[in-house]
């Protein structure tokens, strides 16, 4: 795939999808821009019945970064004690932003971010959280196209939660290069595999299965948008035939759709087919994370 082929009125209507439904709703200012999903030819025809044994892989998924962002321009930015020179062919993160950030910041329009930056050390991270600062533990400077001419023309630091850094600063228009639905570097590839069957109630479970480098990552549920809600998909799908006998239907795993016509637990295999391969569109695996602050007394 290629920039040209999702370029132009495909790709910016690509970016007007509900994506805001994908933002965690945390204390940062931006989030990271999904990547997208597109299913890739399944080992069996749409609608021809096969037998699946236990590690079979159903469905597959390639993994694309969604828009790829580099500077083409050295710029130089500074806001309080924090400063950062970002020299030409540098990526920058593109980011979705939610309401309040662009009231704070003053600057609506394509958001994309630098490096994370330390504001303080990781031991009074864990000791304080983000008590008493006027920053986020890390910080970063993100950038503002707000007329979409392919130029930066503003910065704002995310993570500063005192007034007086919130808003964004002008800057000389600073050119930047987008390309759309680029290959993952990190090979990214998302999967259904039969994962086992429990003899004792006839039940098969499969299990979406997420890799980069050919390496598991791990997640708790992903995230995808469908009829401008958000819809969390767990990893773990199991039949139960006692309340829905065989044949049955999975209607929409990530809006792909398989068909169970039988299974044999004891030789560990599933008469099914597939009714529909995974889409193209916008996903974010999540993962449920803990923080515990420490109160002294």
């Not at 469908?226 to 139960?240: F, H, L, M, S």
Request: charged share 25%.
């Amino acid at each position: 795939m290629t920039s040209h082929a999702f370029g132009g009125r495909r790709s910016r209507a690509l970016l007007l999808l509900p994506v805001a439904a994908l933002l965690v709703a945390a204390r940062t200012t931006v989030t990271p821009l999904p990547e997208t999903m597109v299913g890739v030819k399944t080992d069996h025809p749409i609608g021809e019945t096969f037998t699946a044994k236990k590690g079979d892989i159903v469905l597959r998924a390639k993994v694309l970064d969604t828009e790829v962002v580099t500077i083409d321009a050295p710029v130089s930015v500074s806001i309080s004690k924090f400063a950062q020179e970002v020299e030409p062919g540098t990526k920058l993160e593109p980011v979705l932003a939610p309401q309040k950030t662009e009231s704070l910041t003053g600057a609506s329009g394509r958001y994309y971010c630098g490096e994370n930056l330390r504001s303080r050390s990781k031991f009074a991270e864990a000791m304080i959280g983000d008590w008493f600062s006027k920053f986020a533990a890390e910080v970063r400077f993100c950038f503002v196209d707000t007329d979409d001419d392919r130029k930066l023309d503003h910065v704002f630091l995310a993570g500063a939660k005192d007034k007086e850094f919130q808003g964004a600063w002008e800057i000389a228009p600073t050119p930047y290069t987008v390309r759309m639905m680029q290959p993952d570097d990190e090979g990214g590839e998302l999967v259904l595999r039969v994962h086992k069957f429990k003899p004792e109630s006839n039940k098969v479970q499969f299990m979406l299965e997420l890799s980069k480098n050919g390496e598991p990552r791990y997640f708790d549920y992903i995230l995808t948008v469908k009829g401008n809600q958000a819809k969390q998909t767990w990893p773990r799908i199991e039949t139960n035939p006692k309340k829905v006998p065989y044949p049955s239907t999975f209607p929409d795993l990530l809006g792909a759709s398989i068909a169970i016509d039988s299974v044999d637990s004891e030789k560990e295999q599933v008469t099914m087919s597939i009714r529909r391969n995974f889409p193209m569109q916008l996903f974010k695996p999540v993962t449920i994370q803990v923080q515990y602050i420490y109160i002294y007394y």
